[in-house]
């Protein structure tokens, strides 16, 4: 899953200037990006919940020094590679201001997808205030709080659209850098885990699978409808927003079943391919959280000097484009991290197995 998530992320920063609609870009041709674009919009909600199963998969914590052991470890495994990648992204926009840079830092604005990482380490802290004492709870306590978490995602996106509708000038974009976005998918990972996840995060996602097949099926026409509305709606959209305010009310009703039915692609990949397909996915999944932070980069330096300008391009010859644009932007972030990762010294910083 995490594998199929990074390359959902890449798509959305790679193909999203093919969403808007210009003189020489019509709505149909549009439509067919904006379909993989806002298609790939479960990916980072799938990145929150896969982050609440496996950390879920941990032990107790009895004591508090145990438990402040555990997040300087986490913070050492996910901090060092998000200081690097942002400073190299402040190195190429010629930041040189310290306020500034330490903003930057401290809210995920070095570069637009860095708010990941902020808002992961608040649903870290939250984690380990709260979860010894739910691991302790009875099912149905466990369950009502994973549902008021969701319900907190849930709010946060249907205020953001509310306040998009209403004014000209976006002054809490901040907000997707916080917690309370995405804490719902995270909690829904700490969920699974705690009923299904005795026996490690695999064989969570297996039980959750398992016997619910018309479930998911239910998800994905769920999915399939509210994609067709964000569709119809960002192609016709002409406000003055990157987040359109009804996709963004929309977004969590279809990322959550969308991660249902990523759940169960997930085993129907496991039974299919190969092994060696399976090292290759394997590797890019290790890779991911790297991946992730520096692939805006590496597409803003491609863009540079290896992209072509799209003025005029008819739909195939932009599809044949931005596929190329997409696997060399992944290829080339991938290639980046993985030569961190075999230098001594430097592999902490490489991103690698630390999403």
Excluded at 14 to 42: C, D, I, K, Q, Y
Excluded at 78 to 94: G, T
Excluded at 119 to 142: D, E, G, K
Aim: positive net charge; proline residues 5%; contains cysteine.
């Amino acid at each position: 899953m995490r594998a199929v998530a990074i390359i959902a992320v890449a798509l959305i920063h790679v193909w999203g200037p093919s969403t808007e609609v210009t003189s020489e870009r019509g709505p149909l041709h549009a439509a067919f990006f904006a379909l993989f674009v806002s298609g790939s919009l479960w990916a980072v909600p799938c990145f929150f919940f896969l982050s609440g199963l496996l950390l879920t998969q941990r032990p107790d914590f009895p004591t508090w020094g145990e438990r402040l052991a555990w997040l300087r470890k986490r913070g050492v495994r996910i901090l060092p590679p998000y200081v690097l990648w942002s400073a190299l992204c402040l190195l190429v926009a010629r930041q040189a201001d310290v306020v500034a840079i330490l903003r930057s830092l401290a809210f995920g604005t070095a570069s637009y997808q860095m708010y990941f990482v902020v808002a992961l380490v608040q649903a870290y802290a939250l984690w380990w205030l709260v979860m010894p004492w739910l691991q302790r709870q009875p099912p149905h306590v466990q369950t009502t709080a994973a549902l008021s978490a969701v319900a907190v995602s849930v709010l946060a996106h249907a205020w953001r659209a509310a306040y998009l509708a209403s004014v000209q000038v976006d002054q809490y974009d901040w907000v997707r850098a916080t917690v309370l976005p995405w804490i719902g998918y995270f909690a829904f990972g700490c969920l699974v885990a705690l009923r299904l996840g005795s026996d490690g995060p695999q064989a969570a996602l297996e039980r959750l699978r398992a016997g619910r097949r018309g479930f998911v099926f239910a998800s994905a026409l769920t999915s399939f409808v509210v994609l067709a509305l964000m569709v119809t709606y960002g192609v016709t959209y002409r406000g003055p927003h990157f987040d359109e305010p009804l996709n963004t009310l929309l977004k969590p009703v279809y990322a959550f079943p969308m991660i249902l039915v990523m759940v169960g692609f997930g085993g129907w990949f496991d039974r299919r391919v190969n092994e060696k397909t399976k090292r290759l996915v394997t590797a890019l999944a290790r890779g991911s959280y790297g991946i992730y932070l520096s692939h805006v980069l590496v597409m803003q330096l491609l863009s540079s000097y290896v992209f072509i300008q799209l003025a005029g391009l008819n739909l195939p010859l932009e599809i044949a484009y931005r596929v190329f644009a997409l696997a060399l932007t992944i290829g080339v972030a991938w290639g980046v991290v993985r030569l961190l990762s075999l230098v001594p010294g430097v592999r902490w910083v490489s991103g690698v197995d630390a999403g």
